[in-house]
């Protein structure tokens, strides 16, 4: 099975919680368990990360790199000026691993300063505003990339 880590940025381990109205009811330990289950059924490991530390979650970059591991990330606020994370993000796709960025709510209809994104540049793709479904479909992106790689 080949592994693929789910890196959530700040507040997201506040899920169900923060905004139910924008994020749903559901939290992250439900994500984690759907995040698994689509990824047994495509033939992934998913290792399902979250944390407020930026610092970290760009570690958690460096680290997909080193071993070779896509990734698919909801930046939640540091989207938007994490440029940090975006060099680090980069050289996700610039070793030729898929990085797909994915957003539960969709920041194009929320607020102006949700509009930007720094990640989006360098990600393989972006899916917005299909909730936890999202991340479902960032796990097929992945699998298709992979696929494809193999041909």
């Known amino acids: 099975m080949r592994r693929v880590i789910v890196v959530n940025g700040p507040n ?8 139910p109205d924008v994020y749903g009811h559901q ?3 439900s994500l984690r368990a759907k995040c698994q289950a689509w990824g047994r059924d495509l033939g992934l490991e998913v290792d399902v990360r979250q944390s407020d530390d930026e610092g970290e ?4 970059m ?3 790199v080193d071993e070779a591991t896509p990734v698919v990330m909801n930046p939640a606020a540091f989207t ?3 440029y940090g994370l975006a060099d680090a993000a980069a050289q996700v796709s610039d070793a030729g691993l898929p990085l797909m960025e994915v957003h539960i709510s969709n920041p194009a209809a929320r607020e102006s300063f949700r509009r930007l994104s720094v990640i989006s ?3 393989t793709g972006t899916i917005t505003g299909m909730g936890f479904f999202g991340y479902r ?6 699998a298709h990339c992979l696929e494809e790689d193999r041909k």
């Open 137 to 142: 479909l960032a796990l097929e992106a992945v």
């Open 27 to 29: 939290d992250l330990a």
């Open 57 to 60: 979650v760009i570690g958690w």
């Open 80 to 82: 938007h000026y994490s």
């Open 62 to 64: 460096h680290q997909a």
């Open 12 to 19: 997201l381990g506040r899920l169900g919680v923060r905004e």
């Open 121 to 123: 540049p360098v990600a």
